[in-house]
Nanobody, 123 residues
Framework: QVRLVESGGGLVQAGGSLRLSCAASGSILSINAMGWYRQAPGKQRELVAT???????NYADSVKGRFTISRDNAKNTVYLQMNSLKPEDTAVYYC?????????????????WGQGTQVTVSS
């Protein structure tokens, strides 16, 4: 029943900015962490940024100082503010949430994924 809905992708010129949003909904007991990943054609999926329930953040070295991850716990929403974008940031960006749900055998923690949103940065 858990669903992640993303928005905010698009096409920008190098040096521009975009703000991605991802809202989680469904039978959620708790959200342990949320994050953003990206995958470029021919590349493996890589972690961009994560944020815990206590708002502790972690960033890939390639985006430190340019991207900011934040969350609104009341809305179960995570954001990624992307500034000073570079062509090498071009990728499909996926929202991820590590969510605990109630199962017949007990609690279960799983990763859930959004549908992905295209970010293209032109030279």
């Amino acid at each position: 029943q858990v669903r992640l809905v993303e928005s905010g992708g698009g096409l920008v010129q190098a040096g521009g900015s975009l703000r991605l949003s991802c809202a989680a909904s469904g039978s959620i007991l708790s959200i342990n962490a949320m994050g953003w990943y990206r995958q470029a054609p021919g590349k493996q999926r890589e972690l961009v940024a994560t944020i815990t329930s206590g708002s502790s953040t972690n960033y890939a070295d390639s985006v430190k100082g340019r991207f900011t991850i934040s969350r609104d716990n009341a809305k179960n929403t995570v954001y990624l503010q992307m500034n000073s974008l570079k062509p090498e940031d071009t990728a499909v960006y996926y929202c991820n949430a590590r969510i605990t749900t109630a199962q017949t055998g007990g609690f279960m923690r799983n990763d859930y994924w959004g549908q992905g949103t295209q970010v293209t940065v032109s030279s």
